[in-house]
């Protein structure tokens, strides 16, 4: 992993107009750079780059970011391999964290199985293409099933036999060694004799490639007629290979995915196939695993639309009723689409052009909603219990949904189609949503071994690893509390943009500062809170906030501007991503929050935050009391009815001191 002294290097030579200039047409406009945004059909540049901030906004489609993050979306780099790019541009050397000798082992480990599996590919791909029992068997086959040379070529596909054609003896005359065979499941080890045997012979092969394009593992489907012989024999999980993780297609698709802004997920290896050859790229398979949580969060990388189009017979709909939950929670939109039931992807991509193809699934590609209720309301017209569970189902998928807003607009969509009212169906989903949430801390509390975080552990600095996009990270970030998101909002503002300003005091009014004495916005911030032990409620301003002060204990003292500059970078460079995109909304953001509406509009801001940061603080403590004080009137209320006499005394008295903080408090906030 690149320490952090090397990219602080990297990111202090970046010139931001120079890295998206490689990549887009720009023109200079004022003090910025005004060009074509290629994240959408930019037809006038809507796209700005300011090189004093170092950063990018997209006023169209809301893209934004700083050089590393335009390199992530733009060339679906990881995090690491965007920086590795940018020291290469600018001639920096690379500087590595010293890795521990299990570190060092561990990561040749891990490259030579990669080495391995790519070698396996070449071999079997030769055999294939240059021996006679391949040419007849599997070159037959392949061409049988109307794959061109080229799409052979294009997916790697090969041809394992049997001896004397064996991988095993090949590798090991080769160079390669015996452990690495073994640990990559290409070859197995005979009790006793210790000879290694093929796993995969007598099949055609189909490699399974990692987002980045190395070869990971292999599907080998046999010819034979034979009911007692496996279809498919797939590589065993190992280092380099995680079935959940993988999905079969993704490096020939993630460019066409990206640039459609959808991904069509189908079922197996020759669907994937004979849609690319029929022009349709941008769709992947499940590689013959249930769809996992980790295979969506991995197309969720290049878009937030999935279209499934599986058989239309009776598994095929299983499958997609199975997928369609895991897509809506994982905050994707999901249609469906069913073929023919004579027909999968494979035969209707083979017997139809790309505008045929087009045309169908644009015309029969469902929302989930429709789907569900067409599927499963067929036959339960006359039944009322039968058709309430079907709609208890509908919204059940609706409540999995985590954006409230497009959950009220599925919502709105049932009501609608089952003629309800939306409050029934919105009460349905709360009970829905406070079960779930029981059950998982059931879960959590009694479970004996706990497990890691899915993203826990993903090693970004070996060669075929990939950075994820940690949506599990936003979930975390969730806002917890409505009414105080403002005012923390507002705060973390002052924070991250203004942090290092000096703020200039007119009076002693605020909070005991003496007159005309100068302290930065940040120290004024924390002392504020720190006041009344007040902390964040919501994790992801809390986190901004920690961050920002552990960050800021390890810079000199220099100018206010440049200090700044260094923490904004700190944040938008950094690889968690729900901080870096909140961070670059505070900053960029072109509405302002609600204590800055006047101010901004006679003064520059800077030369307000005497006055409205301490009006933020003032705002922020007030909500809190308030919250306090209806918490308690609550409790009143609930002692009433108890009859507990020492209990109501207390809540009372403790609601009176409420009150006269509160109004001073708000005499305070009216004095500014």
Sequence with gaps: MIDRATVEKILDAVRIEEVIGDFVSLRKRGANYLGLCPFHQDKNPSMSVSATKGIFKCFACGKAGNAVTFLMEHEHLSYWEALRYLAKKYHIEIVEKEETAEEIASRMRYESMLVVSEYAQKFYADVLWNSEVGKAIGLSYFRERKFTDETIRKFGLGYAASRPLTLSAAALKAGYKKEYLVASGLCLEREGSGELYDRFFDRVMFPIHS????????????????????????????????????????????????????????????DVISMHQAGVTNVVASSGTSLTVEQIRLIKRFTDKITIIYDGDAAGIKAALRGIDLVLEEGLSVKVVLLPPEDDPDSYA?????????????????????????????????DPVRRSQVIRDIVQSVAV?????????????????????????????????????????????????????PEEFIPEDLPDAEAPTRPAQVDRYALKDGYLAVPERELTYYLVKFGEYPMYFEDDMYYGAEQHEEMTV??????????????????????IFERYYAYLATLPREESEVMQQRIIRFFTAGDDPAVARAVLDLI????????????????????????????????????????????????????????????LRELVARLQVLNTVKNRLSKELNRL
């Design 588 to 647: 960029l953001e072109e509405h302002p929050l609600t204590v800055r509406t006047y101010e901004e509009s006679i003064t520059p801001e800077e030369q307000a935050l005497g006055r409205t940061v301490p009006k933020s603080v003032l705002l922020y403590k007030l909500r809190i009391t308030d919250q306090q004080c209806t918490a308690t009137a609550r409790e009143i209320t609930l002692a009433q009815r108890g009859g507990d006499q020492d209990n």
């Design 211 to 270: 987002i980045s394009g190395r070869v990971i593992a292999f599907g080998g489907r046999t010819l034979k007629t034979d009911k007692s012989v496996a279809k498919y024999v797939n590589s065993p999980q190992s280092e380099i290979y995680d079935k959940s993780r993988s999905l079969y297609g993704i490096f020939q698709a993630k460019n066409s995915i990206a640039k459609a802004d959808k991904c069509i997920l189908v079922e197996g290896y020759a």
């Design 401 to 453: 949904v985590p954006d409230p807003i497009l959950r009220n607009v599925y919502v709105e969509m049932v009501a609608e189609k089952f003629e309800m009212k939306p409050d029934s169906i919105l009460a349905s989903i709360a009970e829905f949503r406070r079960k779930k949430r029981a059950l998982e801390r059931s879960r959590r509390r009694f479970d004996s071994a706990p497990q890691p975080e």
């Design 350 to 382: 083979k017997s139809h052009s790309l505008i045929e193809i087009q045309e169908y699934i644009e015309e029969n590609e469902k929302d989930f909603i429709s789907f569900k209720s067409e599927l499963l309301l067929k036959e339960t017209e006359r």
């Design 522 to 543: 940040s120290q004024y911030i924390r002392d504020a809170l720190a006041d009344d032990d007040l902390v964040f409620v919501n994790d992801l301003y809390r986190t």
